[in-house]
């Protein structure tokens, strides 16, 4: 190539110069375009130690670590025994795929403006416990679930619900969600039987 830059009148030798640049600019440019199309949420997902994101929403380690927790919690509750490798990583596929439909149907929620009061809020820790405190057994009594001393544990100010507050308005918007979908799917005779 330098042969050909020496040999050749000024105007050649410019033109080749003009080329040699503007390669040079495109190839660089190219790399920085590239890294910065690597700096998605998923790059920055991951150096936070995110397990992934959805539609841009992180799903964390401990989302996830919840998740498995209580899908293992629910197979041994259904078998009686722990699990094996195999189910192991079933149940890991299971929970995963739990977080992703739970963000996709969060993101739906959202998109859709469907909100939660704190009046349903309420309502819906009267009537439905969160799992975690209908098995803990500060709730119990001989083993099954009581319903007077969690309704008790309720009207007691000095305890902290936030948490579980917090995770009825997460659920909530996606529990409306559904029951949309379900009120609007429109079944014949024959096919219900």
Known sequence: MLQFLR???????????????????????????LVGVGLDTSLTARSRGD???VNGAPITR????????????A???????DDDPEESR???????????????????????GLKVTDRE??????????PMLAQAQAFQT?????????VAAL???????????????????LRKLQERLLASLKLSEPELR
């Open 90 to 112: 079933a149940l890991e596929t299971q929970a995963w795929r739990g977080l992703v439909t739970q963000q996709l149907l969060s993101a739906e929620a959202h998109r859709l």
């Open 155 to 173: 009207k007691d100010p000095g305890n902290n619900w936030a948490p579980f507050e917090d995770l009825a308005r997460q659920q909530l918007p």
């Open 75 to 81: 197979f041994l509750q259904q078998t009686g025994s």
């Open 7 to 33: 040999m050749g009148n000024k105007r050649t030798k410019t033109l080749w110069w003009i080329l040699i640049i503007v390669t040079a600019v495109t190839f660089l440019g190219g790399f920085v375009f």
């Open 121 to 130: 809020v309420v309502l819906a820790l009267q009537s439905a416990p969160p």
């Open 51 to 53: 397990m992934g994101t």
């Open 142 to 150: 001989d083993g099954k679930f009581d319903p007077q001393k969690y």
């Open 62 to 73: 401990t989302d996830f670590a919840n998740a498995l927790n209580e899908q293992r919690q």
